[in-house]
């Protein structure tokens, strides 16, 4: 049984309800009508290919598995695809500069989507992994503590930042990247996850930042 569901987060608007005038993003409403029942299709697609593993990394994890969403070129593309109207969907004036992806699974999209967007990536890494100078931040995780690393000057003072993550679980992780974030200079303008596990409520850490997610999971 498909343990997931479609992230609250998605609107489709009538085709039929559109007027001359562009909507948040830009775009004429014919073509936000089409983006948006575009989106729809392929996260029903993305939903499939979520696979469930129980107990892992440890006993009591209802784990979720991202990685088949890159084992096939077609999912792979209809992803990409996804992640980039949903950047639209914040609006014109909150085109990024910087994707800042999360160390290790937001490395698999956070490039890719970076150079669709014609912004610039910058990781953010588990402790003592980057040379030179760095910030850091301490996190709780579903699963234990972790400390958060950014090297000195990747972002540059009022720069607007997109972090970007496979999964929000208790919201520890996104909540630190954004820290550090702002610990560089940066202007955090959103958060974007392909899943959000909603019982977690992790999107209480991100202190009223504009949060977008893909998918959700009823678990
Ligand atoms: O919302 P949270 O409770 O912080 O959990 C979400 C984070 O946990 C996972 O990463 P993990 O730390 O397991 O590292 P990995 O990507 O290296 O496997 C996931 O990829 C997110 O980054
Ligand atoms: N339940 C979960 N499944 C996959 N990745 C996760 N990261 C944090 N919690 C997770």
């Known amino acids: 049984m498909l343990a997931a569901t479609l992230a609250s987060s998605t609107v489709i608007s009538d085709p039929n309800s559109a007027t001359s005038s562009s909507d948040a993003s830009g775009r004429q409403p014919s073509a936000a009508a089409a983006g948006a029942a575009e989106l729809a299709r392929t996260k029903i697609t993305l939903l499939g290919a979520l696979k469930h593993f129980p107990d892992f990394p440890i006993p009591g994890i209802k784990f979720i598995d991202i990685l088949p969403l890159f084992q096939d070129v077609t999912t792979h593309a209809a992803l990409l695809r996804a992640l980039e109207l949903q950047v639209l969907e914040f609006g014109s004036d909150a085109k990024p500069d910087v994707i800042v992806g999360l160390d290790a699974r937001g490395f698999l999209f956070g490039p890719s989507l970076a150079?669709?967007?014609?912004?610039?990536?910058?990781?953010?890494?588990?402790?003592?992994?980057?040379?030179?100078?760095?910030?850091?931040?301490?996190?709780?995780?579903?699963?234990?503590?972790?400390?958060?690393?950014?090297?000195?000057?990747?972002?540059?003072?009022?720069?607007?930042?997109?972090?970007?993550?496979?999964?929000?679980?208790?919201?520890?992780?996104?909540?630190?990247?954004?820290?550090?974030?702002?610990?560089?200079?940066?202007?955090?303008?959103?958060?974007?996850?392909?899943?959000?596990?909603?019982?977690?409520?992790?999107?209480?850490?991100?202190?009223?930042?504009?949060?977008?997610?893909?998918?959700?999971?009823?678990?």
């Open 115 to 219: 150079l669709r967007l014609n912004a610039s990536f910058v990781p953010v890494r588990k402790k003592g992994k980057m040379p030179g100078p760095c910030v850091t931040a301490a996190y709780e995780k579903e699963y234990g503590t972790d400390y958060f690393q950014m090297q000195e000057g990747a972002v540059k003072p009022g720069q607007k930042v997109l972090v970007v993550d496979d999964i929000i679980a208790t919201g520890g992780s996104a909540a630190a990247a954004g820290s550090l974030v702002k610990q560089l200079g940066g202007e955090l303008i959103g958060y974007l996850f392909i899943l959000e596990i909603p019982v977690l409520n992790g999107r209480s850490k991100l202190e009223g930042v504009p949060t977008v997610t893909l998918l959700e999971t009823n678990e």
